[in-house]
C-alpha cells in the first residue's frame, strides 16, 4: 500500500476530472475525420469527430516524458483516482440527463439509462464518442502507470508477463481507434441512451475497473515459472490474444461493412450470406454463421489471454477480468437473444435453427 500525503491524495481525486478536460479539449482542438453514422428511418445521420487515435498517442507521449507527473503516478493514487472518477460520474449525469426534457418512464430508469440517444457537449462533439476516447486512453494511462510502477519496484526481478498484460491493454485501445469508425454501428451508439449506465461505464468501469489485475499484482514480483517456459508462457497468451483479437475484430468489421455495403464480400473472400423477408436482413454467414455472437467469443479469448500473461495462476486477481467479461457476455447474449427475438420475429427463429450455437463454437 503506497502511502500518500494529503496534497496527493486530493490530487489523486482530481486527476480523473483533468484528464477529462485535458482529453475533450484535445479532442475538440485537434482535426478529426468527420463522418456520417448510421440513421433511424426517416432521419438524417448523425454527424462525429473521429480522432481519437490521435488523442491517445499525445496522451501517452504526455506521459511518457513525465509533463508534470510521475509514469506511475496513476498507480500511486488509484484508489483515490476511481473514486474521484465515480463522483465526475454523477456529475456529468446529472448534466446530461437532466437538461434533457423528462419521458413517461420511471425516474430512477431515466437516470440510469438517459433520456436522449445522442447528446452533444458543444456542436460537433459527439458525447458517446468523446466518452469512449477518454475511457479507453485513461484505461491505457492506467496500464502503461501500472507498468512503469512495476519496473520502479522490482527492476531485474519484475514480471515479464505484466508488462506484456499492459502492452495488451495499450494495443487494444490503440487498435479500437484505428477502426473507431466501426464503433458508430453498434448497438451502443445507435440505440443506448446517455444515463449514469453508460456514463460510469465509460468514465470508471472501463479505464480503472477492467485493468483491476494490474492494481494488485503490480506490487508482486515475477511468479515462480521457469524462465525455460517463457517461451511457451508468454507466446501462449500472445497467441491466444492474437486470436481472441481476429475474432471479435473480424466480426464486428464483416458487420460494418454489410450494413455499409450489403452487396460487398467481405475481404474479398467471405459472401454476404443472409435470411430476409425483404423488409429485415440478418447477417448469417461468416463469423455469424459460425456462432450468434461469435464478436463476444473474441473478446472473451482476449480476456483469457491476457489473464494467461500474468502468470499468477492461483490469485484470485489474476482471473477476474476474464471471469467477469465471460459472466457478462454470457448474460448479454440472453439480452441481446430477447431484442433480436423481438426485433425480427420469425427470420429470427430462422437464424438460430440454422445457426445454433449462441457464443461458443461448438460448445454453447
Same mark, same amino acid.
Given at each position: 500500500?503506497?502511502?500518500?500525503?494529503?496534497?496527493?491524495?486530493?490530487?489523486?481525486?482530481?486527476?480523473?476530472?483533468?484528464?477529462?478536460?485535458?482529453?475533450?479539449? !484535445?479532442?475538440?482542438?485537434? /482535426?478529426?475525420?468527420?463522418?456520417?453514422?448510421?440513421?433511424?428511418?426517416?432521419?438524417?445521420?448523425?454527424?462525429?469527430?473521429?480522432?481519437?487515435?490521435? %488523442?491517445?498517442?499525445?496522451?501517452?507521449?504526455?506521459?511518457?516524458?513525465?509533463?508534470?507527473?510521475?509514469?506511475?503516478? !496513476? =498507480?500511486?493514487?488509484? =484508489?483515490?483516482?476511481?473514486?474521484?472518477? +465515480?463522483?465526475?460520474?454523477?456529475?456529468?449525469?446529472?448534466?446530461?440527463?437532466?437538461?434533457?426534457?423528462?419521458?413517461?418512464?420511471?425516474?430512477?430508469?431515466?437516470? !440510469?439509462?438517459?433520456?436522449?440517444?445522442?447528446?452533444?457537449?458543444?456542436?460537433?462533439?459527439?458525447?458517446?464518442?468523446?466518452?469512449?476516447?477518454?475511457?479507453?486512453?485513461?484505461?491505457?494511462?492506467?496500464?502503461?502507470?501500472?507498468?512503469?510502477?512495476?519496473?520502479?519496484?522490482?527492476?531485474?526481478?519484475?514480471?515479464?508477463?505484466?508488462?506484456?498484460?499492459?502492452?495488451?491493454?495499450?494495443?487494444?485501445?490503440?487498435?479500437?481507434?484505428?477502426?473507431?469508425?466501426?464503433?458508430?454501428?453498434?448497438?451502443?451508439?445507435?440505440?443506448?441512451?446517455?444515463?449514469?449506465?453508460?456514463?460510469?461505464?465509460?468514465?470508471?468501469?472501463?479505464?480503472?475497473?477492467?485493468?483491476?489485475?494490474?492494481?494488485?499484482?503490480?506490487? !508482486? /514480483?515475477? /511468479?515462480?515459472?521457469?524462465?525455460?517456459?517463457?517461451?511457451?508462457?508468454?507466446?501462449?497468451?500472445? %497467441?491466444?490474444?492474437?486470436?481472441?483479437?481476429?475474432?471479435?475484430?473480424?466480426?464486428?468489421?464483416?458487420?460494418?461493412?454489410?450494413?455499409?455495403?450489403?452487396?460487398?464480400?467481405?475481404?474479398?473472400?467471405?459472401?454476404?450470406?443472409?435470411?430476409?423477408?425483404?423488409?429485415?436482413?440478418?447477417?448469417?454467414?461468416?463469423? =455469424?454463421? %459460425?456462432?450468434?455472437?461469435?464478436?463476444?467469443?473474441?473478446?472473451?479469448?482476449?480476456?483469457?489471454?491476457?489473464?494467461?500473461?500474468?502468470?499468477?495462476?492461483?490469485?484470485?486477481?489474476?482471473?477476474?477480468?476474464?471471469?467477469?467479461? +465471460?459472466?457478462?457476455?454470457?448474460?448479454?447474449?440472453?439480452?441481446?437473444?430477447?431484442?433480436?427475438?423481438?426485433?425480427?420475429?420469425?427470420?429470427?427463429?430462422?437464424?438460430?435453427?440454422?445457426?445454433?450455437?449462441?457464443?461458443?463454437?461448438?460448445?454453447?
Amino acid at each position: 500500500m503506497v502511502e500518500l500525503t494529503t496534497m496527493e491524495a486530493v490530487a489523486g481525486f482530481l486527476t480523473p476530472a483533468i484528464l477529462f478536460v485535458l482529453m475533450l479539449a !484535445l479532442h475538440v482542438v485537434f /482535426p478529426a475525420l468527420r463522418v456520417d453514422g448510421y440513421s433511424h428511418p426517416n432521419t438524417a445521420p448523425a454527424q462525429y469527430r473521429l480522432n481519437g487515435g490521435l %488523442v491517445l498517442l499525445v496522451a501517452l507521449v504526455i506521459w511518457w516524458f513525465e509533463f508534470g507527473t510521475p509514469m506511475d503516478w !496513476l =498507480w500511486r493514487v488509484k =484508489w483515490h483516482a476511481i473514486a474521484g472518477a +465515480t463522483a465526475l460520474s454523477v456529475v456529468v449525469s446529472l448534466w446530461l440527463v437532466y437538461r434533457e426534457p423528462a419521458d413517461a418512464r420511471n425516474a430512477l430508469v431515466q437516470w !440510469l439509462e438517459g433520456r436522449a440517444r445522442n447528446a452533444e457537449f458543444m456542436r460537433g462533439t459527439d458525447v458517446k464518442m468523446f466518452l469512449y476516447i477518454f475511457g479507453g486512453s485513461y484505461l491505457a494511462l492506467n496500464a502503461v502507470s501500472s507498468a512503469a510502477y512495476h519496473e520502479g519496484a522490482f527492476g531485474e526481478s519484475a514480471n515479464l508477463g505484466l508488462y506484456l498484460h499492459s502492452a495488451m491493454w495499450v494495443w487494444f485501445v490503440a487498435e479500437y481507434f484505428c477502426f473507431e469508425r466501426v464503433q458508430l454501428y453498434t448497438f451502443d451508439i445507435i440505440e443506448e441512451r446517455v444515463g449514469f449506465k453508460l456514463i460510469v461505464g465509460c468514465i470508471v468501469v472501463y479505464p480503472c475497473l477492467y485493468p483491476v489485475a494490474l492494481w494488485f499484482l503490480a506490487d !508482486l /514480483p515475477a /511468479p515462480a515459472i521457469d524462465p525455460a517456459y517463457n517461451t511457451l508462457w508468454l507466446g501462449g497468451a500472445a %497467441v491466444v490474444f492474437l486470436a481472441g483479437w481476429i475474432i471479435t475484430r473480424g466480426a464486428n468489421y464483416q458487420k460494418y461493412t454489410f450494413k455499409r455495403s450489403p452487396e460487398k464480400v467481405f475481404l474479398g473472400l467471405i459472401e454476404p450470406t443472409t435470411i430476409t423477408d425483404d423488409n429485415k436482413t440478418i447477417l448469417c454467414g461468416g463469423f =455469424w454463421g %459460425v456462432t450468434r455472437h461469435m464478436n463476444y467469443f473474441g473478446e472473451i479469448l482476449l480476456a483469457l489471454g491476457m489473464a494467461l500473461a500474468l502468470g499468477h495462476y492461483t490469485s484470485f486477481w489474476n482471473w477476474i477480468y476474464f471471469v467477469y467479461l +465471460t459472466v457478462f457476455f454470457i448474460v448479454r447474449e440472453r439480452i441481446d437473444d430477447r431484442r433480436c427475438a423481438a426485433k425480427y420475429g420469425g427470420l429470427w427463429d430462422e437464424y438460430r435453427a440454422t445457426t445454433k450455437r449462441r457464443l461458443i463454437p461448438g460448445l454453447y
